[in-house]
């Protein structure tokens, strides 16, 4: 037993060029970048403003930076993978060794659900319930920033074992007796589930807190059903996360036990049960997919009434449908395993339950689809988004439907087919989502709008590119063609996998086109300026603050009436041509910046790293360190400070002007 | 009441006592403060405690896939011992007793707080964690005996799935005892402040939760696995 445990110069995989390089580069950006601030000077800026801020708008856009850097990560990924199956058809073995491309499927289903999706999905429900609630803050500020911390030093972790050590060769749900020791002796399994665990752990702090804002945190006049859509799906995401995530946690732990002290939870002998294992990842991971989309419907529904110039259609029975689609999705994880010999009762549940989601969910397509009819629709980049949305997901849907059927599964089970099916539902639901809510908030977030003709150019991009490149794994899958091959047998299958080769060529030129508007914005901001915190003309309280938002969102809180709380001020100002009374301006208490999540992400991370390696005392210190770092936190008296009447009212100041600007007629 | 704030639900149980025409369907409207209806956000009191409620309800999720794992597992002995045969119902019965009574002294410190009597509210925070550390010592020796005889969680599923889940709702106790220890030090230095109560009544909630897990362990367990 040496001082640092299994960790030595071997563990870096200088041998095979692909990830030395890569981690070359990618160290190269990192300590680059680091230099970078510290010639600039901006590591005090960064500490104050970043590091420590409890602001849930910040703690929102470290969020979606995350995801962002994550999905282009989990997209190398996925380059490398189609590039591989494309060219190892027949004799040939690609470029990848085989136990490299195990662990590069591994790591793209891991990064882009926990670290890429789930992060993105998170900014979205942090920077907007608070506005949307018309409140100053989430419920617990401070406990928000640990969340966010500890799922960045997860997704930190995982990248770690890019360079350092291995990752998982078992998939992204690491199925024992795989993932045992015995058939996994390396580290891969161990980095994947501390760096899930950790994250995990953090996503659960988010989902508690998100539940306890919109439960208890609506600004006066408030009610359930003058909720905004979003505000609704993010507290049903938030519910499943709290009835879900303990779940994983639980199920890694067993795993972890079982690779650590050589228990038998769900080993192949003495006892263990690894379709124990199976179940219990499934009745996690099946709510899991919910959790992602359903914020995803929120971001559409505000998206369609406020580009259709009309109230969300059916507003009740999108609640009732969001609602259903939250319970059911607890009753429906089997279907994850029907050839796994559960017998014909059990099969028939699980398939009818699933398939009765679609109800649920076709209840909300029609709901957006009536939402446009006779409203004046606008054909603006979110909304191109949001169209393209429905015409993906309802395909993926209808497969999904496909699969639900015991019979048919037994068919595509674990085909391309089955790929092709989630990832039209989750790119269609969710990343498209994520497009259109960036386009849509991104002036609310950094004061000035995207340049629409690159959206535009991403958009169809996106949008062809995924069609070309999954519509052939339907194919392939149908011609019995398995995942997660490293090589091909049969060259009948190549042209399809070159045409979907193609498809990512033009999905990377969607991103490349992303990435562009972000710059070419950026450039043009004072051109793109949005002055009146409002410039979609839309229908909730976050557009009735200026753009940005001042860290304390509203200087008054504002009394809601009605169901679009926003837009009937808007209306009512119109009419009475003024922008409305003064409103008397009061002191108020905000919470303090704290560096608490920072080092508690920190020795999370620390610790997970020394139990990857069996660095036993190093754990140790971190755990020390950790409770250490916990009781001087909670010896602090003053969590809170009081903003300054000047101010509040020069905040206030700002949005009149902003509000009057909006008054004039258009020029 | 002596200036100390009762939480809005003894508000309301009061309004109700005083109210005998308040019948149960009759809405009852709804309170300041308190986050319900159009009233506007509920207060940090309100706020900590439901947040830690909903904390709570993820904690049993937890438990309830460790209880999960031992549904499944308690048959697969892999030709070692039994249950019936590692159960010793005397003792398990005898941490349920201190277990439930540190959950009653619990109570007592916390309405101790609400008086706002320091002296009390230590003793009984005092004797609350004496008796979870005898709950957690009794627990440790009825493992080492286990582990003298042989009989270890490496040996079959069914025993992985027993220390597994008796061994987290002791690992829960033993880390509320820090929790405990902290409170108690918290106590004694800044006395009664706003936070401290706050966080006295999340002790209390996660304190009581840790006895009714354990009442399902005890029952499932040590009941019906020492019967089976």
Request: net charge neutral.
């Amino acid at each position: 037993m040496t001082v640092l445990g299994k960790l030595s110069l071997s563990a870096i995989p200088l041998d095979q060029p692909i990830p030395i390089i890569t981690s070359m580069v990618l160290l190269l950006v990192m300590f680059g970048t680091l230099a970078l601030a510290t010639i600039k000077g901006w590591w005090p800026y960064l500490w104050r403003e970043w590091m420590t801020t409890v602001d849930h708008k910040r703690i929102g856009i470290l969020y979606g930076l995350l995801g962002a850097l994550m999905l282009l990560r989990g997209f190398a990924d996925a380059i490398m993978m189609r590039t591989q199956q494309a060219a190892s058809v027949g004799g040939g073995t690609g470029y990848l060794p085989p136990e490299h491309y195990n662990q590069i499927f591994s790591a793209h289903g891991t990064i882009m659900i926990l670290f890429g999706a789930m992060p993105l999905v998170l900014a979205f429900m942090n920077f907007l319930v608070p506005l949307q609630l018309g409140v100053r803050d989430v419920a617990f500020p401070t406990f928000n920033a640990v969340g966010f911390w500890l799922t960045a030093s997860g997704a930190l972790l995982v990248n770690v074992s890019l360079f350092v050590g291995e990752f998982a060769r078992t998939g992204w749900l690491p199925y024992p007796p795989l993932s045992e020791t015995g058939y996994s002796p390396g580290v891969g399994v161990d980095y994947y589930l501390w760096a899930v665990q950790i994250s995990g752990i953090g996503t659960l702090i988010g989902g508690i807190n998100i539940l306890t804002t919109v439960l208890k945190m609506r600004c006066p006049g408030m009610s359930y059903l003058r909720m905004p859509m979003f505000c609704w799906t993010a507290m049903a995401s938030s519910l499943l996360i709290v009835a879900a995530f303990p779940i994983l946690s639980a199920t890694l732990a067993m795993l972890t036990l079982d690779r650590y002290v050589g228990w038998h939870y769900f080993t192949a002998e003495a006892g263990g049960n690894p379709m124990m294992f199976v179940n219990l990842v499934w009745a996690w991971g099946h709510p899991e997919v919910y959790i992602l989309v359903l914020p995803c419907f929120g971001i559409f529904s505000e998206i369609f009434p406020t580009f259709s110039g009309k109230p969300l259609f059916g507003y009740r029975s999108m609640v009732a449908a969001t609602l259903f689609i939250c319970v059911v999705s607890m009753m429906v994880w089997l279907h994850h395993f029907f050839t796994m010999g559960a017998g014909g009762a059990v099969n028939a549940f699980f398939g009818i339950s699933s398939s009765i989601i679609a109800v649920g969910t076709g209840v909300k397509i029609y709901n957006w689809i009536f939402t446009m009819y006779g409203g004046r629709v606008r054909f603006e980049v979110p909304m191109l988004w949001s169209m393209g949305f429905i015409v993906t997901f309802i395909l993926g849907g209808l497969t999904g439907v496909l699969l639900a059927i015991p019979p048919a599964d037994f068919i595509t089970h674990n085909s391309m087919f089955l790929v092709a099916h989630f990832h039209n539902v989750i790119v269609g639901g969710v990343v498209f989502a994520i497009f259109a809510g960036l386009e849509f908030w991104f002036p609310k977030v950094f004061g000035y709008r995207l340049h629409a003709g690159w959206g535009k150019a991403a958009f169809w991009l996106a949008f062809i590119g995924f069609w070309v490149t999954f519509t052939p794994l339907y194919v392939l899958g149908l011609m019995g063609m398995t995942r997660r091959l490293q090589h091909v047998d049969f060259p009948e299958w190549q042209p399809w996998l070159l045409i979907s080769m193609a498809g990512v060529a033009i999905l990377l030129a969607g991103v490349i086109c992303q990435i562009t508007q972000l710059v070419v914005s950026y450039h043009q901001r004072e051109a793109l300026r949005d002055t009146t915190g409002d410039p979609w003309d839309g229908r909730s309280l976050e557009w009735s603050t200026t753009s940005p938002p001042p860290s304390f969102n509203f200087a008054v809180l504002p009394r809601v009436e009605s169901q679009e709380a926003y837009w009937r001020s808007k209306q009512e100002a119109l009419a009475a041509s003024q922008a409305g009374d003064a409103p008397e301006l009061e002191p108020f208490e905000m919470p303090r910046n704290s560096a608490v999540g920072f080092f508690t992400a920190f020795f999370a991370f620390t610790f997970g790293f020394a139990m990857i390696w069996h660095i036993w005392w190093l754990a140790i210190a971190a755990l020390i360190a950790a409770f250490a770092g916990f009781v001087i936190f909670a010896w602090r008296d003053t969590g809170e400070f009081e903003v300054s009447a000047e101010t509040i009212a020069s905040a206030e100041h700002q949005r009149q002007l902003a509000r009057r600007a909006l008054m004039e007629p258009k020029a | 009441m002596s200036g100390v704030q009762f939480p809005a639900s003894h508000e309301a149980a009061d309004r109700l006592r005083n109210r005998p025409d308040l019948r149960a369907k009759d809405p009852v409207p709804a309170l300041p403060g308190t986050g319900q209806g159009e009233t506007g956000p509920a207060d940090k009191r309100i706020l900590v405690s439901y947040g830690f409620w909903i904390y709570l309800l993820s904690d049993i999720v937890l438990f309830s896939a460790f209880f999960a794992a031992f549904a499944v597992q308690h048959g697969a002995s892999a030709g070692g011992p039994r249950m019936p045969q590692i159960v010793d119902v005397g003792r398990a019965a005898l941490e349920t007793g201190l277990l439930l009574a540190s959950s009653y002294t619990c109570m007592l410190s916390f309405a101790a707080t609400h008086r706002k009597n320091l002296l009390w509210t230590q003793i009984f925070l005092a004797v609350t964690g004496l008796l979870g550390l005898a709950f957690v010592l009794l627990e440790a020796q009825e493992f080492f005996d286990l582990a003298a005889r042989g009989i270890t969680p490496q040996r079959s599923g069914m025993l992985t799935a027993f220390f597994g889940l008796v061994g987290l709702h002791g690992l829960h106790v033993s880390l509320g005892g820090l929790w405990l220890g902290t409170m108690m030090a918290q106590v004694q230095v800044k006395g009664f402040t706003t936070q401290i109560v706050h966080r006295l009544t999340c002790f209390n909630l996660f304190w009581h939760t840790l006895d009714i897990v354990w009442i399902g362990i005890f029952t499932i367990v040590y009941l019906m696995g020492g019967a089976s």
